[in-house]
């Protein structure tokens, strides 16, 4: 079964500072990876994902992500963050087998709060 | 806005009780997914159905149960609540065409309290 560990609890940053979340994910077959967030209170948000192609891949809000397949890694960026993005950060995992009997039930890092402080 | 939508937001209870959760999919969704998210397991995938059947199953208890209706609206049921129940449920759905690259779209979810 495929893990996903995501390194840091809790992070916290000044306005403006640049943001890299990291994320492993154990599975040595093929992947999509995602990354979601929470805002206080609200619901999981698409931020980005990863399929196939180019492994730099770059989502909403100036996110971007790179998926590093000799490093099992798939790590969330952001050069500058704002106060607006304090929130909880999830990195998801679904693998194969990609059928018509298969799932693509999604495994989750436990999730890395980030705190901005303006 | 995701699309997908939950009730009831909130949820209380005491031990012992039964609720159901529901969860109505974005349009053309045919599949729903059902996580859970507590502050000790984090988030865990517990149940999927996909156009009516179930297809995939994860930490369920056999406390809960859940279906798909005709109209693709799901329920997930808890039985006999303990404290240890008490969580945020989140559904998801996606589209769910074999083979395709997939992205699961997440309601508000339903925090249920066991007192």
């Known amino acids: 079964a495929q893990s996903v560990s995501q390194h840091n609890h809790h992070v916290i940053l000044s306005e403006a500072a640049s943001l890299e979340l990291g994320c492993n994910y154990s599975?040595?077959?093929?992947?999509?990876l995602f990354w979601y967030v929470q805002y206080p209170g609200q619901h999981l948000q698409l931020l980005l994902k990863y399929f196939s192609g180019d492994p730099l891949v770059k989502g909403i809000k100036g996110f971007e992500a790179e998926f590093i397949k000799s490093k099992f890694s798939f790590n969330l960026r952001k050069p500058s963050v704002q106060w607006s993005d304090t929130a909880e950060y999830f990195c998801a995992v679904n693998a194969g087998p990609y059928s018509g009997a298969g799932s693509y039930q999604l495994t989750f890092g436990k999730g890395t709060k980030l705190s901005v402080i303006p | 806005d995701s699309g997908v939508t939950q009730t009831p937001k909130h949820l209380i209870t005491a031990t012992g009780q039964r609720v159901t959760l529901r969860c109505s999919p974005r349009?053309?969704?045919?599949?729903v997914y059902w996580y859970q998210q507590s502050l000790d397991q984090g988030l865990q995938f517990l149940i999927q159905y996909y156009n009516g059947e179930e297809r995939a199953k994860g930490n369920i208890l056999e406390r809960f149960s859940a279906q798909q209706f005709p109209d693709l609206h799901s329920e997930l049921n808890l039985s006999s609540l303990e404290l240890g129940d008490s969580a945020l449920y989140f559904c998801?759905?996606?589209?769910?065409?074999?083979?395709?690259?997939?992205?699961?779209?997440f309601g508000p979810g339903t925090r249920l309290l066991v007192l």
């Open positions: 349009s053309g969704d045919l599949s």
């Open positions: 998801a759905s996606s589209l769910f065409v074999s083979g395709s690259k997939e992205t699961q779209y």
């Open positions: 599975y040595g077959g093929t992947v999509n």
